[in-house]
């Protein structure tokens, strides 16, 4: 069975420091994994994804996640946060047999400090 | 383009009620989804449509019945509401295949808040 474990419900940085999104999942396929991102009272948007193609994914807005399968860890980082960066992270696993199988995380809230 | 439509925005509804949430997106896209999301829980998928003509179950399709109406409308009906529904609920869709290839970067809606009291 799949199962998709964000580590931290809430992470608070300085605008100007690195951001780390933790994320872990399992998978008994090999996983497609995605981070998507709501701002509040808005839909989701794509920030990246990994489909076994190379392990470091670069996405919008600056953001990247590598893909280390022997940790079974897909964390999304950013080198320096903006304010605008603010907002709810999603991280996502699916297996390519089944949209049954599209599993969301619980969601880790980032809050930018001024 | 607008993407993916959602109507309504808003709605409140009484237990017992029945309503529909209409989705329809403009992408040409073959597989289209409707979720929930709760407070603390990520989103969940209700039903999907890996391509016109067909539904399948999601993780949580008790109390809801769907249509894909053609391959731009996929629509989600509450028959009898119950507060355990109150929740946003999204639709997406994706590319897709024809063979159900629904892996692909999902594309949301704004979103309807439905509360049932």
């Known amino acids: 069975a799949q199962s998709v474990t964000q580590l931290d419900s809430h992470v608070s940085v300085s605008e100007g420091t690195p951001v780390l999104l933790r994320c872990n999942y399992s998978s008994s396929y090999s996983p497609s994994l995605f981070w998507y991102v709501q701002h509040p009272n808005k839909g989701l948007q794509l920030l990246l994804k990994y489909t076994s193609a190379a392990t470091l994914v670069k996405g919008i807005n600056g953001f990247e996640a590598e893909f280390k399968k022997s940790e079974t860890s897909f964390h999304l980082t950013k080198p320096s946060a903006h304010m605008s960066d603010a907002a709810e992270y999603f991280c996502?696993?699916?297996?390519?047999?089944?949209?049954?199988?599209?599993?969301f995380g619980s969601g880790t809230r980032l809050s930018i400090r001024p | 383009n607008a993407g993916v439509t959602q109507t309504p925005k808003f709605q409140v509804l009484k237990t017992g009620q029945s309503m529909t949430l209409q989705c329809a997106q403009d992408?040409?896209?073959?597989?289209m989804y409707w979720y929930r999301q709760d407070p603390g829980m990520g989103l969940r998928l209700i039903y999907y449509?890996?391509?016109?003509?067909?539904?399948d179950k999601g993780e949580v399709p008790n109390g809801y019945n769907v249509s894909r109406l053609n391959k731009r409308e996929f629509s989600l009906r509450l028959e009898s509401a119950a507060p355990s529904q109150t929740s946003v609920y999204f639709c997406a869709s994706s590319m897709g295949r024809t063979s159900g290839d629904v892996t692909d970067e999902q594309y949301f809606g704004p979103g309807t808040r439905l509360t049932v009291t």
């Open positions: 996502v696993v699916s297996d390519q047999s089944s949209a049954s199988k599209i599993i």
């Open positions: 449509s890996a391509s016109e003509g067909t539904t």
């Open positions: 992408m040409n896209h073959n597989s």
